[in-house]
Structures are given as C-alpha cells and as structure tokens.
C-alpha cells in the first residue's frame, strides 16, 4: 500500500538556518505531494503542494519538489524564524485510486532565538 | 470564506459511551473526509463522504460511522467508546470537483478524551 516516511525529529535549528526535512514516499503512480503544518493545540494547515512530476511547491518561504526519479518531496527554507516552530507532516493522495491522504508521522521542528 | 468548523474543541467521555463530533465543511466544499490522528503521529483517514453517500474508509471498525447532510456538513458518530479512541479528530473539506486529486483542507479538530 501506499506509504509516507519523513525524517524523524526533533529538528531543533537556531533563527536564520536552513531547513531541510526529508519526505520520501511509496504508491502505485503519479500521486499529488503535500506538507501540512501543525501548530500547538491546532488543526493542520495546508502548507504547499505539487501535483506532478518536477513541480515545485512554494509558500511563506517553504519550497519542495516532487521528484519522481528519488520518490522525495522534501521541504526546504532558507532562513528559519522562531514562529515556523511546529510539526510538519508530508502527505500524498493517490491519483484516480483512491481518496485518502495518507501522512508521514510528522516531523517536529523547534527554532531557538 | 468561511473555512472548515468543528464542534465541541474538547471532550471528555467514559469506555463504552457513545459520542457524536460535528464538522461544517468550507463554503462551496461537497466532500468531507474525517481523520483520527492519535497523540505523536500522523493522521489517520477515517471515511469519506461526496454528496450524503460514504466515499471511502480507513482500516476502521463499523463503531465508527457517519452522516452527511444536504447542506454538506457532517458527523462522526463512534459507540463502545475504548480507550484507544482518546485522539484529536480531524475533519478536512474539498471541492469534490476532481474527486480523488482534490486539495483537502482541515479544521481545528475535536480532542476527544477516553476515561
């Protein structure tokens, strides 16, 4: 079945450093890739999404590319801020097969001032 | 734009009850999904509603069930409460106009505690 693995965390990082968080995923296609992010005691909130191959995502900063060849998806910004401190979740949805998101085990990130 | 509400924001219940959650789906959204995500993990997709008709389920037992109503807001309806029930439930509205690929966006969730 279709799976999603990120890197485990914590990812403690200090204001201004990069940020990478690997996401690699498993499923019969071309599904749609997203990152969702999860702020303390909130829902999750739709951070940006590729839908096809060498597409890149891109929001607040945040960018990823669905790279079809490594099966990866990870997320990156280039300058981290002590507000981006929340977990974040990868997640794909099958193409024509099906309707369920299915989601890494997220990944926390803590940004130190 | 009103976006995706759930009701009640906490709630506590005992083993063996049963407990209704509650989700109004974004303005212009026909399909509702409902997950369970358990403390430390990933969400879990529950079911899918699309037009009032069950669009889909997770590896979940029948005690979880559902409704959609004509205006698209949904319910979760779980009986014989357990203790592994205890978890933050998530509702998550889409289009439905390319159903299957649509964008899902979520609400703030129900955090249901099991005594």
């Known amino acids: 079945g279709d799976s999603v693995t990120q890197m485990e965390g914590p990812v403690t990082l200090s204001e201004e450093a990069f940020l990478t968080i690997n996401c690699t995923y498993t499923a019969t296609g071309y599904p749609s890739l997203f990152w969702y992010v999860q702020y303390p005691g909130e829902g999750l909130q739709l951070l940006l999404k590729?839908?096809?191959?060498?597409d890149k995502g891109s929001n607040k900063g945040f960018e990823a590319t669905y790279r079809k060849e490594t099966t990866s998806f990870h997320l990156e910004k280039g300058s981290v801020q002590v507000s981006d401190s929340a977990v974040y979740f990868c997640a794909l949805l099958p193409r024509n097969a099906g309707n369920m998101l299915t989601f890494g085990g997220g990944t926390r990130l803590m940004v130190k001032p | 734009e009103t976006g995706v509400t759930q009701s009640p924001t906490h709630l506590i219940k005992t083993r063996g009850q049963q407990v209704t959650l509650r989700c109004s789906s974004q303005s212009g959204h026909n399909t509702v999904s409902w997950y369970q995500q358990a403390l430390g993990q990933g969400p879990q997709f529950i079911f899918q509603y699309y037009r009032e008709e069950e669009n889909g389920r997770g590896n979940f037992p029948p005690r979880f069930s559902g409704l959609q109503f004509p205006n698209y807001s949904s319910e979760l309806n779980v009986n014989a409460l357990e203790l592994d029930d205890s978890a933050l439930y998530l509702c998550?509205?889409?289009?439905?106009?390319?159903?299957?690929?649509?964008?899902?966006?979520f609400g703030p969730g129900t955090r249901l505690t099991v005594l």
């Open positions: 590729a839908t096809k191959a060498d």
């Open positions: 998550a509205s889409s289009p439905g106009t390319n159903q299957g690929a649509d964008t899902q966006y």
